[in-house]
């Protein structure tokens, strides 16, 4: 018999013994890998909500009067001046009215007696892509507001500002569950297999009497991580799942979720998860292991 | 004092001024010096708490010597770590006194333990463990669990679990105690076999029957010290 058959053997004969205990486990585990994916799954959505949402992030610098061609281009240096943009266009009195009354409808009315250029010209000024951050757009808004001529800037602050802090508390809760996730799992799988090795130290001192190698007593008990790690992730991830087919399912088509397209985990970040919950599970039978050895 | 058969034959154990001390202060060897050779039975008595059962201990790496030095097959092994140590615990075979059999489990795997470790067949295991349960007419005790058995039983196991894997070095601690006549025949006759096919064997015992009338080497021991070395028709 070789070295892998007679330990795969063991590993078998210590799970069909041990079985209630590692099925605790197991759920310990799984529940720690939906906790923490849950979360992810809901952070890498909202991210990528807010990337769409901030393809139509612009700031409108209001202005006194209507700059001619030639202030035009030179406004248009000014903004330059302070980043690359991807688009600077410039409203007149009219055009905004236009607009205005597109946007009114039906009720146009309410304008017949207004004259056509009470509204005031304006600049739409798009950012590049890679101007995320909050700070990079409120500077920005300031550097445009001291641009001679601007009357306000406008870009959604309040909105702008309510969705940084939604990530950044995302971001907190994520990096939460996910320590929590990794002291899950090692706590609760090292002291799975310290509790085992308690009630089979007779056994593996006896092995030790016997002949065993170290490799022959430990490679059970790392199977053991593994296999902790692989169905714990495995559990987690189908469950997390299943909740997401229920949830798109049932709301999809009305309200906030039809805001944008909600989206399971790329087969990479599976692939993560699955990997990252395997080499914790055997990191916890690893270090429980390494302390009987050197008794 | 007879000659030593290390003169002519290959020692397997050498013991040179070998002492045990456990705290505070109790001597339970001091200055033992004696080579066992190769295919030897031997045979170590004595009171109890002369120190037979620690001698047999510091053979198999369960102690450290307090001092001296013990080779075994050529080996000092209190010097030997890791694989090197493993492999050559797979080369002595121990019948411990307090039997160490695992009594959740059935006697098949018990005896299976010491030839699992050295990746023996599963064929070769279940035909060696069959062929040692005839020998010691313990057949019917297959499938069952050692816990169930009696003390007799236990240590007739025990014995099968340390010749199993055909062990070069074959120690034994009192290995008739709770034995009759009959048990006590097959269980030196399974002995005799092992040293007939090369073997060492050393033996603590209170048995004066396995060794007055043989030839063996007998080393008697008396406070933890070597009182005498002699063969057991001579004593």
Known sequence: MNFWLSVIRQTGRNLRQTWATQFMTCLTVSLSVLMFSFFYLIYINILSAGNKVSDDLRLIVYLDEEPGPQLQEQLRLKITQFDQVQEVKFISKAEAYSRFTEQLGDNRDVLTDMPTDFLPASIEVVPLKNLRSLNQVKLFAEYLATIPGSQKVQYGQKWVERFYYFTQLLSIVVLLSGTLLILTATFMVASTIRLTIFGRQEELELLKLVGATNNYIRTPFLLEGIFQGLMGSFLGLTALYTLFQWTTGHFSGAGFLDLFTFTFFPSEIIVTIVLLSIILCTAGSYTSMQKFLRI | ?235
């Open chain 2, 1 to 235: 004092m007879s000659e030593s058969p290390a003169t002519t034959r290959t020692a397997m154990i050498e013991m040179i001024k070998v002492g045990k001390e456990f705290p505070p202060n109790v001597t339970a060897l001091a200055d033992i010096s004696v080579s066992i050779a190769s295919g030897e039975m031997f045979f170590l008595i004595g009171r109890s708490g002369a120190g037979k059962t620690t001698l047999l201990k510091l053979l198999c790496n369960m102690e450290r010597p307090s001092n001296g030095l013990i080779e075994v097959a050529g080996m000092n092994i209190h010097q030997v770590t890791g694989n090197k140590l493993a492999k050559l615990r797979q080369k002595v075979g121990v019948a411990y006194q307090d039997f160490r059999l695992l009594t959740d489990r059935t006697v098949a795997e018990n005896i299976a333990i010491s030839m699992e470790v050295s990746y023996k067949k599963p064929q070769i295991i279940r035909a060696r463990v069959r062929s040692l349960l005839a020998q010691l007419q313990l057949e019917d005790k297959h499938d069952m669990l050692t816990g169930d058995l009696s003390r007799g039983e236990q240590q007739r196991v025990a014995l099968a679990r340390a010749v199993a894997n055909s062990p070069a070095l074959i120690l034994v601690d009192e290995p008739t105690g709770n034995l009759d006549a009959t048990s006590t025949a097959q269980v030196m006759e399974l002995l005799a076999r092992c040293s007939n096919s090369g073997a060492t064997i050393v033996i603590a015992t209170h048995d004066e029957a396995l060794y007055r009338h043989s030839s063996n080497r007998v080393m008697k021991l008396h406070n933890g010290k070597l009182d005498s070395l002699t063969r057991g028709d001579e004593l």
